[in-house]
């Protein structure tokens, strides 16, 4: 009969962690997975390609129509020329609904871009926030590290597509972390 020695318990603790590491992290990388096909098939279905598709500051055309039948919390489209920031842009009653759920009402670590609940959904406000996870597989809002580390021209445009077709530009000014 085998005894129980500390170097034996030992083992068969890390053995557990790594099990524990391992479906963390494959849980992880299906998540991604399942989020950037989803984002793929979102954008391809809202998005209208326009003849002047090469420029990255010709103007998009976004077809909230779809938009609000996917998620009727849609405010807006967020892109960043030279970055992989292409998403749509929700606000809801508080600021934890889309920490973890997706454009489509699914679950998921990665979220959904959105407006603060206090920020008017027209971005009236003089300063409006978005929120956003800062993913490791270079989505969501992960590129605003190309603008704080200055890899990414400084005057870069953010442009915000609303649902009455019109297009704001905004420029950053200031990136710290």
Same mark, same amino acid.
């Given at each position: 009969?085998? /005894?129980?020695?500390?170097?034996? %318990?030992?083992?068969?603790?890390?053995?557990? $962690? %790594?099990?524990?590491?391992?479906?963390?992290?494959?849980?992880?990388?299906?998540?991604?997975? /399942?989020?950037? $096909?989803? !984002?793929?098939?979102?954008? $391809?279905?809202?998005?209208?390609p326009t003849a002047n598709d090469t420029d990255p500051s010709a103007p998009k055309v976004i077809?909230?129509?779809?938009?609000?039948?996917?998620?009727?919390?849609?405010?807006?489209?967020?892109?960043?020329?030279?970055?992989?920031?292409?998403?749509?842009?929700v606000q809801t009653t508080n600021n934890e609904t889309y920490l973890s759920r997706t454009f489509?009402?699914?679950?998921?670590?990665?979220?959904?871009?959105? %407006?603060?609940?206090?920020?008017?959904?027209?971005?009236?406000?003089?300063?409006?926030?978005?929120?956003?996870? !800062?993913?490791?597989? /270079?989505?969501?809002?992960?590129?605003?590290?190309?603008?704080?580390?200055?890899?990414?021209?400084?005057?870069?445009?953010?442009?915000?597509?609303?649902?009455?077709?019109? /297009?704001?530009?905004?420029?950053?000014?200031? $990136?710290?972390?």
């Amino acid at each position: 009969r085998r /005894r129980l020695t500390p170097e034996r %318990l030992l083992i068969i603790f890390s053995g557990i $962690a %790594l099990v524990a590491c391992l479906a963390v992290g494959a849980g992880y990388l299906i998540d991604s997975w /399942r989020q950037r $096909a989803a !984002h793929q098939d979102l954008t $391809a279905a809202v998005i209208t390609p326009t003849a002047n598709d090469t420029d990255p500051s010709a103007p998009k055309v976004i077809d909230f129509a779809a938009l609000f039948s996917t998620n009727p919390d849609t405010v807006a489209w967020i892109e960043i020329p030279g970055t992989n920031i292409n998403y749509p842009v929700v606000q809801t009653t508080n600021n934890e609904t889309y920490l973890s759920r997706t454009f489509d009402g699914g679950t998921s670590i990665s979220g959904t871009i959105f %407006l603060d609940v206090a920020n008017a959904a027209d971005f009236t406000n003089i300063n409006s926030i978005l929120y956003g996870h !800062h993913r490791y597989d /270079r989505t969501m809002f992960a590129d605003l590290d190309l603008i704080y580390n200055s890899s990414l021209a400084a005057d870069t445009p953010v442009y915000l597509y609303l649902p009455d077709g019109s /297009r704001a530009t905004y420029q950053v000014f200031s $990136a710290y972390i």
